[in-house]
């Protein structure tokens, strides 16, 4: 599931470089207020892959659903408002549609991912909250009698 996070950082990452010579080519103080806004909705986002990467590497290349679901939703929610700061500045940024779109996609992909490990998460919990797991669980039969006295 590792590679997910990676194919969604990537394409944000042109996209976000498409932007920022879009936003270069726009007049000084326009430009310089959409870069900035940009900016630090990427470095949040960017510290939520980070910390997904690093949840990754602890579990031998697997996210843990239970630590990563806080960490998906917040990345959802950065993504969201990045969005509506997108939509709303279209022509103040000089965005084009075609990124807008690109960006509702992979938005859209963030926010599946979330809701899958979230899900799994909350299952999990479950579990444990009932104690199923291999080490016996309350749902589990006990085990067989074995026969006493000499075969």
Known sequence: MAMPIFAPARIFLLLAG????????ASGARAQ??????????????????ALNAISKSHGGKLDP???????????SIEGQMLAYLVKNKEWCNIPDD??????????????MAKQ???LAAKV?????????????GNLPPPPKLP????
Do not use: W, Y
């Not at 990124?99 to 599946?112: E, L, V, Y």
């Open 18 to 25: 498409f932007l920022a010579l879009l936003l270069c080519a």
């Open 125 to 137: 919990k479950k579990m444990q909250g009932q104690g199923g797991g291999l080490a016996g669980g």
């Open 148 to 151: 006493a006295g000499p075969l």
């Open 99 to 112: 990124f807008i779109n690109g960006f509702k996609t992979n938005s859209g992909k963030t926010g599946s």
């Open 33 to 50: 207020s959409c870069n900035e806004d940009l900016g630090a909705f990427g470095k949040k986002r960017n510290s939520e892959i980070e």
């Open 117 to 119: 490990a979230c899900d």
């Open 66 to 76: 239970i630590a990563a679901c806080p960490h998906f939703r917040t990345m959802s």
